[in-house]
């Protein structure tokens, strides 16, 4: 959006240089519309296709970046490169013919007897020979100024250092993520038990992280599943809620916003005693991958197995403990684990007629 927006200016950059530069001829040089066009293209042919080239070898590079920076700006970058070749385009094609056809002297005569004229008259002087007079007197003051600076061109250092210190001041005290966190208005809420556990359990817990939810100030309504992991995978031992959080005008104080909402829910859950589930509350990422929900998946091979699946669960559990302290994970999920016991039960006919 942002690109299209600045593309609508771009598109008619140029034909506006190419409307002056005729506008001068005609109105300077007294030349007829034909003949301005004819000097002023062949003066500022050059510099408008530079200006596009140029444009555009900025612009065209910025798509093909890789990444989550490269998606980001892709968008853009190509927005306001094919709109930098159009805008060249018509500056050269369109604008020129069009200049010869409407294009006529500025001041017209005074005994003009056209009521079209004599508006266009009256409302030339009124507001673009008053415009032309504040701009004269703002170039004016602007030109005295750079001359100012440049005599005092120390002050101009020292203002620029200023300028840079608190510049960096600001960036120390805002928000240093590649994609800074926001309220949107919306949290989710995600649980996992031990393995093994039943659905019957995993309902329970969300019965009672549904009452804490429900009861905290600033969420407007949730829905929950159980089953289902929002951060990864599912089965019956996870569950997620997803909360709807009260209008951004109802949420003033600190405790209200969804930090604070996250913080109370935590709380909460904490005093409430849940201790058979792993209870985490996040917030979406501004941006759709982008987040600390979103993160990174990984695949462990060990190369000289002995067969043992207890021995590499402890190997794959040692890595994520250095990876935790090396790569500041805050949260991990494990699809390996087999720290729960399971029951082999050899049925036969007559064993299941006597369970019967």
Not at 227 to 249: A, Q, R, V
Not at 332 to 345: E, K
Request: proline content about 4%; charged content about 15%.
């Amino acid at each position: 959006m942002f690109g299209f927006v600045l593309a609508i200016g771009i598109v008619v950059d140029d034909a506006i240089i190419v409307v002056e530069a005729v506008q001068h001829y005609i109105d300077e040089q007294h030349m007829s519309p034909k003949e301005a066009t004819y000097h002023a293209m062949k003066e500022i042919s050059a510099p408008v296709i530079a200006i596009a080239l140029i444009l555009a070898s900025v612009f065209v590079p910025v798509g093909f970046i890789p990444g989550i920076v490269g998606r980001l700006y892709q968008q853009f970058a190509i927005t306001i490169a094919i709109s930098v070749i159009f805008s060249a385009f018509i500056a050269l094609s369109l604008t020129p013919a069009l200049c010869t056809l409407l294009l006529k002297p500025s001041h017209h005569a005074a005994q003009s007897t056209n009521w079209l004229d004599r508006f266009f008259g009256w409302f030339d002087r009124i507001f673009f020979e008053r415009f032309n007079r504040m701009f004269d007197r703002i170039n004016g003051k602007y030109a005295n100024g750079v001359k100012r600076s440049i005599k005092n061109a120390r002050y101009i250092v020292i203002l620029l250092v200023c300028i840079c210190a608190g510049t960096f001041l600001l960036f120390k005290a805002k928000p240093s993520g590649f994609v800074p966190s926001e309220d949107g208005g919306r949290l989710f809420v995600t649980y996992q038990m031990a393995d093994a556990s039943s659905t019957t359990q995993s309902v329970k817990v969300l019965e009672k992280l549904m009452k804490i939810v429900g009861s905290t100030p600033g969420v407007l309504h949730f829905v929950g599943a159980s089953g289902f992991n929002i951060l990864g995978g599912g089965g019956n031992n996870s569950g997620t809620m997803f909360c709807m959080l009260t209008p951004w005008d109802d949420r003033t104080t600190p405790d209200k916003k969804v930090q604070g909402i996250m913080d109370n829910i935590r709380k909460r859950v904490a005093k409430a005693g849940i201790k058979n589930a792993t209870v985490v509350a996040i917030q979406p990422p501004p941006i759709r991958g982008i987040g600390i929900a979103a993160g990174f998946a990984m695949q462990i091979e060990q190369g000289n197995s002995t067969d043992d699946i207890h021995a590499f669960e402890k190997n794959v559990q040692k890595f994520v403990a250095i990876a935790k302290k090396r790569l500041l994970l805050q949260l991990h999920f494990l699809h390996l684990r087999r720290t729960h016991q399971a029951l082999r039960l050899p049925l036969t006919a007559k064993n299941a007629k006597n369970l019967a």
